[in-house]
């Protein structure tokens, strides 16, 4: 059979897209590599505005109770003691983070998208897609070889997409700044109704604490890659990783019980895009399209802004080529901004040497006496104003 759309990936984005195509009544095939997901160094939480993300499509409902949990505050160390931030007070909608083992988003998504109607095949090496009028996929199935067309094809297959490679979409990619180890923590102390943002400026150095249940963290060391990295990855670098964090702030006390309960794993948070993400009834989605900086925990929230600004375009007009092309154009504004937005924190943030430093001392002293001068991405996401003036009033130019 033909099928309507055709979702290369069963994470996030390629069951967030099954469950809303299959709603409208669509045809739907998932083609998911893995048979049960596992642990990896990956996102473990969406920000305020991924949620209202979620909400627009329709998926809040099918993860918070069941797999995530709501994260009320939002706590930063950065510059000294200050008090938590209550999202739910200050962000739209009542918005706050919603934390959860990814191997648990996924299964809990991977199984809504079957039972809403899309057809679900676990197992699948897909071998080829090609781009056309009809785009066709060539997978192995159970022992055998079969190719499959459909009227829309997508791309979900993350930072390292094979379709993106056999449709010919090149990536472009910003330069190596910032390196992100990360691991999961059993046993911890931390408390666990609030994210935890932890700084050494002028060290370029930091770590993101998200509790995610049960004396359960995923904890992110950051620090800016100047030669080589620091090889914090695998198990036999645990307690030099938990150091690490504990340097730049996070108290001994919150990890002296501390184990790693997943992979220990460091990489490179360069952002890496692709302009104008659809050609030929092929389009990209989630890390596959652009992968912005995970210091800045936008990525599943990127993925599921995808997904809605996709499903809206198809579900707008019987011509799919017009609404694969809406859709990239949009992509590419909303993508900008938040590479805009993030390169400049990262600068003020994250930053090392004699022009950063002065930066900061011109710009933290008028950020205290004025906290508005930080976009507000945690809220906002793509929607933060990203213009000139932004820039400016960051950096205390103006």
């Not at 002065?358 to 004025?370: F, G, N, S």
Request: aromatic share 8%; glycine share 10%; charged share 30%.
């Amino acid at each position: 059979m033909d099928w309507d759309c055709i979702a290369v990936g069963g994470g996030l984005a390629g069951s967030a897209l099954g469950i809303a195509l299959a709603r409208e009544g669509r045809r739907v095939l998932v083609l998911e590599r893995e048979k049960s997901f596992r642990d990896r160094v990956r996102g473990e939480a969406f920000l305020p505005w991924g949620v209202n993300e979620l909400r627009e499509l329709g998926l809040y409902d099918e993860i918070v109770g069941k797999c995530a949990h709501p994260v009320r505050y939002w706590t930063s160390h950065a510059r000294g003691p200050s008090p938590p931030r209550d999202l739910e007070a200050t962000c739209p909608r009542e918005a706050h983070c919603l934390h959860f083992l990814h191997p648990d988003l996924q299964e809990t998504l991977i199984a809504a998208a079957e039972d809403t109607g899309a057809e679900v095949r676990r197992g699948v090496v897909v071998t080829k897609v090609e781009p056309g009028q009809k785009p066709k996929v060539t997978m192995g199935y159970n022992g055998k070889e079969e190719t499959l067309s459909a009227s829309l094809v997508v791309g979900a297959d993350g930072r390292t997409s094979k379709v993106r490679g056999w449709c010919g979409f090149e990536a472009d990619r910003d330069p190596e700044r910032m390196m992100v180890a990360g691991c999961l923590l059993e046993g911890t102390d931390t408390p666990h109704d609030s994210v935890h943002i932890f700084r050494r400026e002028g060290h370029g150095e930091g770590a993101l604490v998200f509790p995610i249940g049960r004396d359960r963290l995923r904890i992110y060391f950051l620090y800016r890659k100047l030669e080589k990295r620091r090889g914090l990855s695998g198990a036999t670098n645990v307690a030099a990783f938990i150091e690490s964090c504990k340097r730049v702030g996070v108290p001994s006390d919150w990890l002296a019980r501390a184990k790693a309960g997943g992979p220990l794993a460091e990489f490179d948070g360069a952002d890496l895009w692709v302009k104008h993400p659809y050609r030929d009834g092929v389009a990209l989605v989630g890390d596959a399209a652009s992968a912005n900086d995970p210091s800045w925990g936008n990525g599943l929230s990127l993925a599921v802004r995808d997904v809605r600004t996709l499903v809206d375009q198809v579900l707008a007009t019987d011509d799919l080529n017009q609404a694969g092309h809406s859709y990239a154009e949009t992509h590419d504004q909303y993508f900008g901004r938040v590479n805009r937005l993030t390169r400049w924190l990262t600068d003020l943030n994250y930053e090392i040497g004699p022009e950063a430093d002065a930066l900061r001392a011109r710009a933290i002293p008028l950020i205290r006496e004025d906290p508005a001068r930080v976009p507000d991405y945690i809220s906002y996401g793509p929607d933060s104003p990203s213009d000139e003036m932004v820039r400016k009033r960051l950096f205390g130019e103006v």
